[in-house]
């Protein structure tokens, strides 16, 4: 995948801190405990810009930092940024390891082998490690899909772990009672 890094460059330099000015006082007035950068795409910029910006705002400040990686696109300068600028905690948006399901889904898809790696080295970095797994993402094997990722994800020894079912899905109350199931039987 190719990256266009000068766009990142210019959303952190010029665009975020224009965007983030007019709630300052509010950033500034109180100290909040929980920043979240997410949707898995933050692990597609370069990470240097990104920290001149987070050693000069408020967010520098707060004791809780989480950032998304999507687990097929990731550096270890990545790793070690976050780690510089004290990111506690890293979300991999894994939503299944299955391969055929993430093609599927016109998804990246990142091996089993790749994200016990990089497992390891947020771990290793001293950061908790959370992980997101989807239940139907689509509905080919949906069962068997599932409870082969929980078993996975147990490999990975997460700190944090969020189940989801697919919101596509949601309104099939026999599903809800499935994932529900499958879930209290891995537990």
Request: aromatic residues 12%; hydrophobic residues 40%; charged residues 30%.
């Amino acid at each position: 995948m190719e990256r266009d890094h000068s766009l990142y460059q210019m959303y952190y330099y010029d665009y975020l801190p224009k965007a983030i000015k007019p709630f300052l006082p509010v950033l500034e007035s109180r100290q909040i405990g929980n920043y979240f950068f997410g949707g898995g795409t933050p692990s597609l910029m370069n990470l240097k810009p990104c920290g001149l910006f987070l050693i000069s705002s408020p967010i520098s400040r707060s004791k809780i930092k989480n950032f998304e990686i999507h687990s097929a696109v990731w550096t270890e300068e990545q790793l070690d940024i976050l780690a510089e600028y004290k990111f506690n905690c890293c979300i991999l948006g894994i939503q299944s390891f299955d391969k055929q399901v993430i093609d599927r889904q016109g998804r990246l898809y990142a091996t089993r082998e790749k994200i016990k790696d990089l497992a390891l080295k947020i771990k290793e970095r001293g950061m908790y490690l959370a992980a997101d797994i989807i239940y139907r993402m689509d509905p080919v094997d949906a069962d068997e899909i599932f409870k082969k990722d929980l078993d996975i994800l147990v490999e990975l020894n997460c700190d944090i772990v969020s189940l989801y079912h697919n919101f596509d899905d949601f309104d099939k109350k026999e599903n809800i009672q499935r994932f529900l199931e499958l879930i209290v039987h891995h537990l």
